[in-house]
């Protein structure tokens, strides 16, 4: 496998000398061989951090287009993910051989290549899917995202296969195609399938009329006659043109997808924060453990407001599912001197340099420190 940069790498003057630790890797390149479309095709891996250690599986999303879109969304995801927004996520880049033929669903003239879409998609299902479960750890919960012609197939999979996906994110698609045949096309698919839970965005930039006019005609179609099992929305990105929208046009995606993947602000106990999760952890198909520092942000913030007990359980939480980090029995000694149990305070910050010292942790010295205070603090005056 061969690594994928964020930025290039220039070769000569001192290759010998090559460290990798220099350079942040986003993702790796794999090779597949289509039966199904006689070919070779390029596929690029993200995983996410912790991904290595984690042992379970994890939501994957899947970007058309994987030339121009793996860099900016796969570190789009990082940055989300990292920061609460939305859960951690596999990202799959697909490169292209010929993307007139595979993101369009009927053949047009000029185009003599146009019009595989469904074999584009069958090889997705019954190769490109497998191949993935074979090598890494992928959920059930799968994501689509696509631009300009992506964005075509994209729709045009929820509406012929929409169990392909749980989630269907088109930038900028050009529903124009064929004389806007898809649209013409949704009412009867939605008559035929059944959908059932799934999400579609789409969003079109300040672009030319016919792509403009397109979008708005199908999210009309959609306020009409969507069935109820699909919850989509729409969105018009005026500050964006044709291929500036697809950054801006994916995050706004991913946002609205996992919305309510947040804690939501009134949450009071360490039992209701597990419940919310325990809910994505049905939706996403796989259990979702809640990070260690989003308990002890959790706790922090019901000791700043005063709720002592609430925070005192949920750092003896964060104890009990991370009993091998030194930070989480400095916070509960602190949870606890708060409290004014300062010999039960002791003893976690004893366990915190314990543990400190046997994983020579970079915040020994602060840990030591910490207990010294709460120890003079015990003794008196």
């Known amino acids: 496998m061969t690594g994928c940069f964020a930025g290039t790498v220039e070769k000569g003057k001192g290759d010998a000398e090559f460290e990798w630790s220099n ?37 994957t999303l899947y970007v058309l287009d994987g030339d121009a879109h793996f860099h900016h969304v796969a570190s789009l995801v990082d940055f989300l993910g990292g920061s609460g927004r939305m859960p951690p996520m596999i990202v799959v880049g697909l490169s292209n051989v010929d993307r007139n033929r595979d993101f369009t ?20 299902e019954d190769e490109l899917f497998p191949f993935l479960e074979s090598k890494y750890r992928v959920s059930h919960y799968r994501a689509l995202m696509g631009h300009s012609f ?9 509406l012929e296969s929409p169990d ?70 729409y969105a018009y990105l005026g500050r964006d043109d044709h291929f500036t929208s697809a950054h801006r046009g994916v995050q ?24 919310h999760y325990r809910g994505w952890s049905e939706k996403l198909g796989y259990e979702i453990v809640i990070p260690e520092g989003l308990i002890n942000q959790f706790a922090y913030a019901l000791l700043r407001q005063g709720d002592v007990s609430h925070a005192l359980a949920a750092f003896h939480r964060n104890a009990e599912l991370y009993p091998h980090s030194p930070n989480v029995y400095d916070s509960l000694g602190e949870g606890l001197e708060e409290a004014g149990h300062l010999p039960e305070a002791i003893a976690a910050h004893e366990r915190a340099v314990q543990l400190a010292r046997r994983q020579e942790h970079r915040l020994l010295g602060v840990f030591e420190q910490r207990l010294d205070e709460v120890r003079q603090r015990a003794s008196g005056p």
């Open 150 to 158: 992506g964005g075509l197939v994209t729709v045009h999979a929820l």
């Open 23 to 59: 350079y942040y890797i986003v993702g790796r390149k794999l090779e597949l061989h289509s039966k199904i479309l006689d070919e070779s095709r390029e596929v690029w891996v993200y995983t996410p951090p912790g991904y290595a250690l984690a042992m379970r599986k994890f939501p």
């Open 252 to 275: 706004l995606g991913l946002e609205s997808l996992f919305e309510k993947w947040a804690v939501p602000p009134d949450t009071r106990s360490v039992r209701a924060l597990e419940d």
């Open 164 to 233: 392909l996906f749980s989630a269907y994110i088109a930038v900028s698609p050009s529903l124009w195609w064929d004389d806007q045949i898809t649209e013409q096309q949704a009412p009867a698919r939605f008559a035929r399938r059944r959908i059932d839970d799934k999400f579609l965005f789409f969003a079109v930039g300040a672009e030319n009329q016919i792509m403009r006019t397109s979008n708005e005609s199908f999210s009309k179609l959609l306020r009409a006659k969507a069935p109820t099992g699909l919850h989509w929305r």
């Open 105 to 124: 669903p009927t053949r047009a003239e000029g185009l003599n290549s146009s019009g595989g879409a469904d074999k584009f998609l069958a090889f997705m």
